[in-house]
Antibody
Framework: QVQLVQSGAEVKKPGASVKVSCKASGYTFTDHYMHWVRQAPGQGLEWMGWINPDSGGTQYAEKFQGRVTLTRDTSITTASMELSRLRSDDTAVFFC????????????????WGQGTMVTVSS | EIVLTQSPGTLSLSPGERAILSCRAS???????LAWYQQKPGQAPRLLIY???SRATGIPDRFSGSGSGTDFTLTISRLEPEDFALYYCHQFSSSRTFGQGTKVEIK
């Protein structure tokens, strides 16, 4: 079945970086954009950016520009999100989620989600 | 950035009742690019509605979406126990933003 499986919880100190991975299975990895969404404790959903798994091209939300890097490894059908210069208010659950087909004329909603990865930033 | 405002913040209803959730956009959203998600505690969001009114695969027909322009609605015709959860609207007409959510709780 189509699924996204993310790496486990992380605890980091302020100023450090964290890298979260997302392994895709059950579909052609390079056919769909992969997006990342953040959810702080008790808060709503916040879009961070997307990666084109085929070309490696990326687009980031303005809020995260300069601190987030999205990458992919097509050989292991895995997308990754690295967030640098962590602050305490980066404590959140991070989700990867599947977006539009690359070949589609328009955009689509996020139909498949990873289980989420909790990142705690604390000194 | 398009801001989505959901109302009410919390909806207290009994099983079997109808739930009507609102999502208002700060500027016009192409209907094709408006979706609704359900989220339960400790879980990832689940896609319910895309294109403002189309149900995602496996979503029961008690869930329906409507609206256009700046006003969109998610209706749950008869609440089942498993429907008590958080609901988010999402636009991807211009960049991507989510509403702040509506909690549907048991009265």
């Amino acid at each position: 079945q189509v699924q996204l499986v993310q790496s486990g919880a992380e605890v980091k100190k302020p100023g450090a970086s964290v890298k979260v991975s997302c392994k895709a299975s059950g579909y052609t990895f390079t056919d769909h954009y992969m997006h990342w969404v953040r959810q702080a404790p008790g808060q709503g959903l916040e879009w961070m950016g997307w990666i084109n798994p085929d070309s490696g091209g990326t687009q980031y939300a303005e809020k995260f520009q300069g601190r987030v890097t999205l990458t992919r490894d097509t050989s292991i059908t895995t997308a990754s999100m690295e967030l640098s210069r962590l602050r305490s208010d980066d404590t959140a659950v991070f989700f990867c989620t599947r977006g539009s087909r690359l070949a589609a004329a328009g955009k689509s909603a996020f139909d498949i989600w990873g289980q989420g990865t909790m990142v705690t930033v604390s000194s | 950035e398009i801001v989505l405002t959901q109302s009410p913040g919390t909806l207290s209803l009994s099983p079997g009742e109808r739930a009507i959730l609102s999502c208002r956009a700060s500027q016009s959203v192409t209907s094709s690019y408006l979706a609704w998600y359900q989220q339960k505690p400790g879980q990832a969001p689940r896609l319910l509605i895309y294109g403002a009114s189309s149900r995602a695969t496996g979503i029961p027909d008690r869930f329906s979406g409507s609206g256009s322009g700046t006003d969109f609605t998610l209706t749950i015709s008869r609440l089942e126990p498993e429907d008590f959860a958080l609901y988010y609207c999402h636009q991807f007409s211009s960049s991507r933003t989510f509403g702040q959510g509506t909690k549907v709780e048991i009265k």
